[in-house]
């Protein structure tokens, strides 16, 4: 079996129990974006049987041929958007937590060979699709960013606030805490109707966290960055981690724009490590 044309627009569907057979043709257990143990609770006769039932799907679609009874061939390009999440060189993951708690996590993973977007856009359901380049990256970014990309009503606002408290208002945000959130912010030297602009959003709105990570391919990850972003729409606040130990956020009043540009700089990572030699 052999890839399509690198040129192509290629994504593949999975079912959850079709990539679980798949990792285990491939000798791993899990990748990046799903549980350290995928089968945590369920019981061995129940696991063979998905992974059977897995396996004969695959099959059945001609992504994996069977030679004899313990050995097949997997289509190469399957293994190649795959094997990207398995063991990438740099990770990102992009993902909006929303106020009922749901979230929508879009994982994208680089080699020295390709770069694939995961998602699972329905439960048990997994996306993977090759993108050509760092256009096709950064449009696949500011499409998951899309809600926010309204918010254009900037200010001249900046402030460094430790990374607990705004963890705490994120919480009392979303626990009908308001009052609570907005003095906390007040107290820490946020003008009052920032602090109350904030707490609105929220509350009522996704908050967008983004994490890069690169060299993972090292005995030591070489480096993180992480972004956060808040937005109603109208206004939007772009939270970053700095100082020795990280646990001060610089948050500054920010853009739809902004935080788009800024999602895809914290990605470049990404593809350094897809043209690495």
């Known amino acids: 079996m052999t ?29 990046n974006g799903l549980p350290e143990d995928p089968f945590a609770g369920v019981s061995r006769k129940e696991r063979e049987a998905r992974l059977n039932a897995g396996l004969e799907t695959l099959i059945n679609r ?8 313990d050995s097949a061939v997997i289509d190469d390009t399957l293994v190649a ?27 994208f993973n680089a080699t020295p060979e390709i770069l694939v977007e995961h998602t699972s856009p329905r439960p048990a359901i997994h996306t993977f699709t090759f993108l050509p ?20 009503r900037p200010s001249e606002f900046a402030i460094v606030s430790p990374d607990k408290l705004i963890a705490d208002v994120f919480r009392w945000s979303r626990n009908n805490q308001a009052a609570k959130a907005s003095a906390s912010l007040v107290k820490a ?24 990570a690169w060299g993972l391919r090292s005995e030591q990850i070489e480096g993180t960055h992480t972004l956060i972003a808040v937005s109603d729409q109208q206004r939007g606040w772009l939270l970053e981690p700095q100082g020795e130990r990280g646990d001060l956020l610089h948050c500054r009043s920010a853009t739809g724009q902004d935080v788009a540009d800024a999602m895809v700089r914290m990605a470049r990572p990404l593809m350094q490590a897809a043209n690495a030699p």
């Open 3 to 31: 890839a399509a044309p690198a040129t192509q627009a290629i994504s593949i569907n999975l079912t959850r129990d079709e990539l679980l057979a798949l990792l285990q043709l491939m000798g791993s257990s899990t990748m």
């Open 62 to 69: 001609g992504l994996v041929e069977a030679q004899s009874s």
């Open 81 to 107: 958007l795959v094997g990207s999440c398995v063991l990438p060189g740099a990770s990102m993951v992009l993902s909006g937590l929303a106020p009922d708690g749901t979230a929508d996590p879009h994982f």
């Open 133 to 152: 380049d760092e256009a096709a990256l950064a449009e696949r970014l500011r499409a998951v960013l899309a809600p926010i990309a309204a918010a254009s």
């Open 189 to 212: 030297n946020w003008p009052a109707s920032e602090a109350e602009s904030f707490v609105r959003s929220c509350a009522g709105f996704a908050i967008y966290t983004g994490l890069c």
